[in-house]
């Protein structure tokens, strides 16, 4: 407990140095013991077995080779260590490097008592000498030197205090080696501070670059989160825009085109009531048709703005099923006839194979009826138009084409979008709410399906609609 406090302050003499560090300290040294041996062991096992085989025949002092002995079957131990899963045991790797560096302290020793009787005090010097500076490179942690380093020169400094017999030679012949043993222990202390003080500043700096690394990406996560952000005000915005000019279009139909057709009917109902019997039966025929003409018109508009109104609040319900795709072109055709007659326009069909098609048949409707009634409003009187349908990828693709005024660019942008026009009179001046055309794009997104407008100004407008086919039971 004495040495583990001693270390503490050893290590913690400065206030900014935290205890976590000095624990990651003690964990990272078996990992740097283990960082030089691979080199260093092979290295000092040869070295050490070389001196056993020079000792042994050529110096004729087999007393020295017992002195490496213990350093050796260190060495083959901490290279067992080194590869095996035992390097994993941290307070094994720091105590099997401790004896090692010990025992090339006590090998020293050894050299030295031994060379004395064989009156080579010089060359036992020089070898002690070598194997302190050498342990030097080995010892790693506070408590490691003081208590590897301790040990021997307890037992040198009592042997010669009270002169036990360990060593022949006089106190005088060890006053060097004792004053570079001390020099050993005094650089590895202060070693082993520069080497506590690099590891701290190195932790620190490890630190301060993951925390500015998660600030940089908390502000980049901040960053991203405000674009976000922005982009749902900008989306929310122009929806706003969006429906905010979709309720003036409402306002102005129902103030303008909505009024305009009862308007003709209570006029021509007031002529028919108060002076009915000032007319000829032309006139009264006229007036008829004409009556019946905005009662027409009057209900194609309520009907558009009704399934309109129903798309906007998301409470339409379609309820699909498998339609002959040639009945319903014709039940589409034969509601828009009248004015197709009456413009004298012929509506030419090129129908393939009679497929199912798995649709809501009232949209469907209100789709083709709406496409068809613009193709014919905008066609000129004898023009024609092309209806044709073909199999494409599990699709039915009905292609509706006329070869009539066209649409601008920028309108036809905004009908793409959904986005209710400003509608433009037909060839014969027909009048409408540019509200059908928005209406078939929610329907058929509704219907699983796609709708493209394909347009030039003068060349004709062609009308491509997509739509699921029915699945086949057999």
Known sequence: MVLKRLARRFYLSDKETDKIIL?????????????????????????????????????????????????????IFLIVIQYSPLKQKRKLVVISNNLYVLSMLFMGLGIISITIKHNLINPGITAFIMLNVGSYFFIKGFLSIILVYLIPLTISVLALVYGIPLYSAKPVEFINPLVIYIGVIAV???????????????????????????????????????????????????????????????????????????SVLIGLSKVLVEDSKFLTEDDLIEFHKQIHLASESTYKLLENLLHWSITQTNSLVLNPSPYSINTLIQEAFSEVFPSSEQKQIKIKTQLKSDELVFVDKDAFMAITRNILSNAIKFSEPKGEIQISTLIKNQKIVLSIKDYGSGIKKDTLDKISNSIIVESQPGTKNEKGTGLGLALCRDLVKRSNGSIRFESEPGQGTTVTLELPVAANDN
Not at 42 to 64: A, G, Q
Not at 233 to 242: H, I, P
């Open 188 to 262: 590895s202390i202060l070693s082993e501070k520069a080497r506590f003080k690099e590891f701290y500043y190195k932790t620190k700096l490890a630190e301060e670059k993951s925390r500015t690394d998660n600030l940089y990406k908390e502000v980049v996560n901040q960053n991203s989160e405000l674009i976000t952000l922005n982009k749902a005000k900008k989306e929310a915005l122009s929806e706003l825009t969006v429906s905010n000019a979709t309720k003036d279009k409402l306002f102005s139909i129902i103030a303008h085109d909505l009024r305009q057709p009862f």
């Open 23 to 75: 624990e990651k300290y003690y964990q990272f040294l078996p990992q740097l013991i283990l960082k030089y041996y691979k080199v260093l062991l092979p290295f000092m096992l040869t070295v050490f077995i070389t001196y056993c085989f020079t000792d042994h025949y050529l110096r004729k002092i087999p007393e020295l080779t017992y002195t490496r002995i213990p350093a050796i079957v260190m060495i």
